[in-house]
């Protein structure tokens, strides 16, 4: 499982936080630092998504209140929840790892791709 053994808030910060609900009525899962993850379709087709990604959004929810340096029981349920739900796990390992190699993933910063 994705979440076992994470103890460091980098690693946390890969994991869902919220979603974006786009005009089509899709949701976008993003990461704590607001980088997308993947996208639901109406029908619950999941689609990962690039983490420099545009998302055109109308509305944004939050999973949880944040983390923390060691986060609660109840967020580590709903994270546990939501990954294992949507399949995210394989995402969310390729990303660790690219982390671990010492690359960073890019953000969309509202004008350009930022890292």
């Not at 029981?73 to 939501?82: D, G, L, Y």
């Amino acid at each position: 499982m994705f979440i076992r053994g994470m103890r460091k808030q980098a690693v946390w910060h890969l994991c869902p936080y919220g979603e974006w609900i786009e005009l089509c009525g899709s949701r976008v899962i993003f990461d704590r630092k607001y980088r997308p993850i993947a996208r639901i379709w109406n029908d619950e087709v999941v689609e990962i998504v690039p983490p420099d990604q545009y998302i055109a959004y109308i509305e944004q929810r939050y999973f949880h209140g944040g983390f923390g340096w060691s986060p609660d029981a109840a967020t580590r349920k709903i994270v546990t929840e939501i990954i294992t739900k949507y399949w995210l796990a394989p995402e969310l390992q390729r990303r660790r790892a690219l982390m671990r190699r010492g690359e960073r993933l890019p953000c969309w910063n509202g004008n350009r791709v930022a890292t």
